[in-house]
């Protein structure tokens, strides 16, 4: 049982690249999350997946794009890779998205662009 | 949407003290309040979690109870241990109009010396 799984954990692009960050979940979870986190500001939501089939929004979603691409797994991808993007990506997942639930984190990518 | 607010690190003590890391929220309504933990080069995972207030979440010989009147989650624990090192994240559940995320705090780092 691996639980959240990312690859690759470390990237260098320049800038103006496209890369997709990978991200699968052996648990059987129903929603799962891609947050970045910078220096000083805690992690922030990028995109959510509720439940296969679905995805929303979450705080900071503008250069991103996603896909929930079955149950397991859960892409997030930087179309034109911009320095203000250089960060550390977490993939987490939960059994569903209600508000006692456990998160459970990947040992998360990090990510620079030049 | 709910925000939260901890104290600003990094806190360096020594091995047996005692640990208080403040942690206060915003919120409309009465959410679930988490600390979770990252240990070096590690993703995060939940520590302690409290659903309603007056409860009291507590794992590994930390604690932490939710408190309404004060809109407050403090993180406590009686003696620290050089393995305790680690940056400290508060979080609060936010909900609505669809949208459901964790929301989190900037961080403190602990640092327990020998």
């Known amino acids: 049982n691996a639980g959240v799984t990312q690859t690759p954990k470390f990237q260098v692009l320049k800038t103006g690249q496209s890369m997709t960050l990978q991200c699968a979940q052996d648990m059987n979870h129903n929603s799962m999350y891609w947050y970045r986190q910078d220096p000083g500001m805690g992690l922030r939501l990028i995109y959510y997946?509720?439940?296969?089939?679905?995805?929303d929004k979450g705080e900071v979603p503008n250069g991103y794009n996603v896909s929930r691409l079955n149950k397991r797994e859960f892409s997030l991808r930087l179309e034109s890779a911009a320095p203000s993007q250089t960060s550390v990506y977490f993939c987490a997942s939960s059994e569903v998205s209600g508000s006692t639930d456990t998160q459970y984190f990947g040992p998360g990518t990090r990510l620079t662009v030049l | 949407g709910n925000s939260v607010t901890q104290m600003e690190g990094p806190v360096t003590l020594s091995e047996e003290a005692f640990l208080t890391i403040n942690c206060t929220y915003t919120a409309t309504g009465y959410p679930s309040l988490f600390w979770y933990v990252q240990y070096p080069g590690e993703g995060l995972q939940l520590l302690l979690k409290?659903?309603?207030?007056?409860d009291k979440g507590s794992n590994k010989g930390f604690e932490a109870t939710y408190r309404k009147e004060t809109t407050s989650f403090h993180l406590e624990k009686g003696s620290v241990q050089v393995s305790d090192s680690a940056v400290y994240f508060c979080?609060?559940?936010?909900?609505?109009?669809?949208?459901?995320?964790?929301?989190f705090g900037k961080g403190t780092k602990l640092s327990v010396i020998p």
């Open positions: 997946s509720a439940s296969e089939g679905t995805t």
């Open positions: 409290a659903t309603k207030a007056d």
């Open positions: 979080a609060t559940f936010s909900s609505g109009a669809g949208s459901y995320q964790l929301t």
